[in-house]
């Protein structure tokens, strides 16, 4: 019983030990070399693809209003060029959140009965 006890304790701590929170793109850049969360709207103006380096960069626009620049060092995710919103995990180092993970949210979240959602990253 104390073994089991202890697994699901130690189980416990280290699920929570390495879960990133969703945190701001101002929280993000005040904690370099965090591993955290951020999500926010597309800013498609803001996407460079460089094949030739492997690397995806853009911008993202948070819940605040803040904008903070991405580099991806990965092939650009399926549905990329259509989504409105993504979520990024990794760290911020330098002048720019350097992703480990995109996760690509589906537009149809974001569309009501024959309205589609903004494109414009706002």
């Known amino acids: 019983m104390i073994l089991v006890v202890g697994a699901v ?4 701590y280290a699920f929570f030990a390495s879960a ?3 945190v ?25 693809n460089d094949l030739a380096a492997g690397e ?6 948070d819940a605040d209003g803040e904008t903070l620049p991405i580099v991806y060092k990965g092939s650009k995710p ?4 259509s989504a409105p919103r993504v979520s990024v995990l990794g760290v911020f180092h ?6 480990e993970r995109i996760l690509v949210k589906c537009p149809s979240k974001y569309e009501s009965k ?5 494109r414009n990253g706002s």
């Open 9 to 12: 304790s130690l189980g416990g």
């Open 114 to 118: 024959g309205k589609s959602y903004a």
């Open 20 to 22: 990133s929170p969703y």
């Open 78 to 81: 399926g549905n990329f060029d």
């Open 24 to 48: 701001t793109a101002k929280q993000a850049r005040s904690q370099p070399g965090v591993t955290c969360n951020v999500a926010g709207a597309l800013l498609r103006e803001s996407i460079h």
């Open 56 to 61: 995806l960069r853009f911008a993202i626009k």
């Open 94 to 99: 330098g002048d720019a959140f350097q992703a």
